[in-house]
């Protein structure tokens, strides 16, 4: 059972009918699972809407409703309007499972190629370097040897903050996770608090319908990971670097092949033996290190470098990257 205003604490918001007081058994943003005495968090999806069905979702049991839109609800039912539902799903997801990405050193990455690689690599060196470490991405939700498959890249709030408190639960120290320029513009992500942020590249994708109007906009989004983390890693070879970094208000370093980065990969070399085939090459800026990688293909020392960068500000040894 969840306190009702503490749960509303952080949010702004108007009671149209009932009071907030009480408690309440769920927090349910799908109509097929409302619970008896649940808060139920009206969605505008693509196909349907759940303001339009709030009678119902309160015969079913509903004891709150929250809204973005004046809608009917029974007597005896709190209606709790707010400026949008999603923003709202978000906040009340971390504070329904007690803040949990609170008690996680969480690494965000967003771009349009490379995120998935470069998540595993992270958790790859965190996870050998004693650090456990979930994951969330197109490939699912890993936590220790669990795997949860996910409809989307980052899911929706109720379900990422439930993850986290999942990886909070097995004694995860990080998490590593994409975020998709979707998610920032449906609010999955509102209100999480990165520690770093990585930006692998961008170029024009998802745009059209159900998606981003144009490039500008999905600019836009992929930078709102900026807004919310402490550091940031941009990749100063991206053609667009001049778009991505104007304004945005965190401390940034680059990675790359351009001299002066604050990553620099050097002295890049394909390597083809019997027992291994991949990229060689050395990093020099903020550390010297030569590393090796089992998977050929430039965009694998931007991918790799990235990742080596990353891990060495969450702390781990030179040596053991």
Known sequence: MKNIAGLLQELKYTVIDGKPEGEISELVYDSRKVTKDCMFVCIKGAAYDSHDHTEEIARAGAKVIVAERPVKVPEGVTLVLVEDSRYALSMLSAAYFDHPAQKLKVIGITGTKGKTTTTHMIKTILETSGKKTGMIGTNGVYIGEEHFPTMNTTPESYDLHRYFAKMVEEGCECCVMEVSSQAMKMHRVAGIHFNYGLFTNISPDHIGKDEHADFAEYLYYKKQLFYQCDRAL????????????????????????????????????????????????????????????????????YNALAAAAVTLWVGVPAEKL
Do not use: M
């Not at 778009?243 to 604050?262: N, R, S, Y």
């Not at 085939?277 to 965009?299: A, L, N, T, Y």
């Open 234 to 301: 941009i990749n100063v070879d991206d053609e667009h670097i001049e778009e991505i970094v104007k304004d945005i208000p965190c401390p940034w370093t680059g990675f790359g092949l351009k001299a002066g980065a604050g990553f620099q990969a050097e002295n890049i070399h394909y390597v083809s033996e019997p027992d291994f085939v991949g990229v060689e090459f050395d990093i020099k800026g903020e550390h010297q290190i030569p590393v090796r990688v089992s998977i050929p293909g430039k965009f694998n020392v």
